[in-house]
């Protein structure tokens, strides 16, 4: 099977007109989708970034006309004869041109370090507005994948979302949908591990809880015992007690959960 | 004419054509359809309780569908129909096989570039060759085989093997397979650049490939990642009581 696409990476002139703000909309939308996906692509527009930085510091050169003639007399001068005692205008010249040089000099470092220092800012700052346009365009591309009808891209939803870290509300809903109804067992087991590990808080252990209650598959059963157990809340206990009086339970599936309100008791127990 | 010689000649006839009104009427059915857009790859779901779902790629454009009773005799229904209620519906490229709720086997024959979504409960194996495209396959009671597959798959089972040799791996469409009780193999290319999560309670592990722990986070908390050949594709590999067993083609 070939790339798809729209997967492709852009071209270093795309990534150029995109820094520069001027990419064009429709342009920027695909951009950023795939950015979000391509690590590659996030350093070398980071490598980009730094090079602009870099050359916006670099001092234009004087090439004007005046400047220009000005060289050219000079090339023509017949060489000067120094006097051996006092200083001459010429050495003047060249002392009070010093001193203007040095200060020339030093206002330069400090508009160079002014720059560099100002530029560092702004890239950081640009850096966090990448990010989190590469996590909101992940998160929807995410979702998307979670409503495809093949569960191999379902799974790859999920995949991205854990590579997310930081889940977002509407990507969580969709993962808790996915723990509840897709019909996949091998997509739902992996939906409730990642929502699990995304430490979301009390709502998501009710959440898991209540689809434990309602699973029909063991080996989903046997993921949420073991997320549920993890995550170690009171909501999260108290379904899988209430999943022990169901009578059709897979004896594993008893088992495990058994373990598990044994090994919360002993906590109990410790910590009281 | 001797009735001896009559008696000859009916019972050949019998022998000729009884044997083809046989196959035609009893037990059997038959139907095709072919994808509306045949550039496309398409996609036949079949959700069965009971039989084999046998599936073979070829490279003829129809979906062909043998339905064959397990029971002796094929019962009628009031309007001479088969009862195996055999039909292909769906629209575009997105087509589903039904048939009656009775011990029958399925031969299903796809274009190659099909992908499918295969169930079934009881008394059946579900069997997939020469496929390029998705397989997802769920059997509770039997048994899951795909061989020679360019693709992704996923597919679990609770008391039957698992059994799944791809020509090919996609670097970036993960896997998974899982089975209370059965025995996962997969065969994989031996260049084939993979990270395994490998989770078994009670089975033991055998692998081909040189297997590499990773820090990636688990799944769960029994099982763990490995790399193979540098790592890549996620594949997932867990069974309570089976064995995973990691097969490599080119070994």
Known sequence: MSPDPQFACPPDPDMWLWLSGELPMADAVAFVTHVSICSACRDRIRAIDSTLAVYTTLPLPDVSDERFEQALTTAARPPTILHETGPSPTSLRTKKLGQWGMRLGVALVLLTLGTVVGQSWSWQSDTRHVENEAREAQSLLAIVLLQQPSAADRLRGITWAEEIGVIELNLRTALAEAVRYDTNVNVRRTAATVLGASNAGTDVAAILARALLEEDSPLVQLTLIEVLDSINSADAHLGIEQLLDGENLDPVVRRRARESVTSNTLREQVRS | ?251
């Not at chain 2, 190659?112 to 998705?134: F, H, K, P, Y």
């Not at chain 2, 693709?151 to 970036?172: E, H, K, M, Q, W």
């Open chain 2, 1 to 251: 004419m001797t009735y001896a010689t009559f008696g000859r000649v009916i019972i050949l006839i019998l022998a000729v054509f009884g044997e083809s009104a046989w196959s035609q009427d009893v037990g059997v059915a038959r139907a095709s359809r072919t994808f509306d857009d045949a550039t496309r790859s398409g996609r036949v779901t079949v959700a069965r309780l009971y039989g084999d779902i046998i599936v073979e790629g070829y490279s003829g454009r129809e979906v062909r569908v043998e339905a064959r009773a397990r029971e002796a005799g094929d019962p009628r229904s009031a309007d001479g129909t088969s009862a195996l209620g055999l039909r292909i519906e769906g629209s575009g490229n997105d087509l589903r096989v039904y048939v009656a709720n009775r011990l029958i086997d399925l031969r299903i024959r796809v274009p190659r570039q099909t992908s499918l979504v295969l169930s079934t409960v009881e008394a059946g194996e579900i069997r997939v060759t020469n496929i390029v495209g998705d397989v997802e396959a769920s059997n509770i009671n039997g048994s899951i085989t795909l061989l020679s597959i360019d693709g992704v798959a996923v597919l679990d089972t609770i008391n039957g093997d698992i059994s799944a040799s791809f020509t090919r791996v996609a670097p970036d469409r993960p896997m998974a397979f899982s089975s209370m009780n059965g025995t996962l193999s997969i065969s994989l290319p031996s260049s084939a650049s993979v990270d395994l999560y490998l989770e078994t309670e009670n089975g033991e592990i055998h692998s081909d490939f040189s297997l590499r722990p990773t820090s990636r986070s688990s799944l769960g908390r029994r099982g763990r990642w490995m790399k193979v050949n540098g790592g890549g594709a996620r594949i997932s590999l867990t069974s309570v009581y089976g064995d995973l067993n990691i097969l490599s083609i080119g070994h």
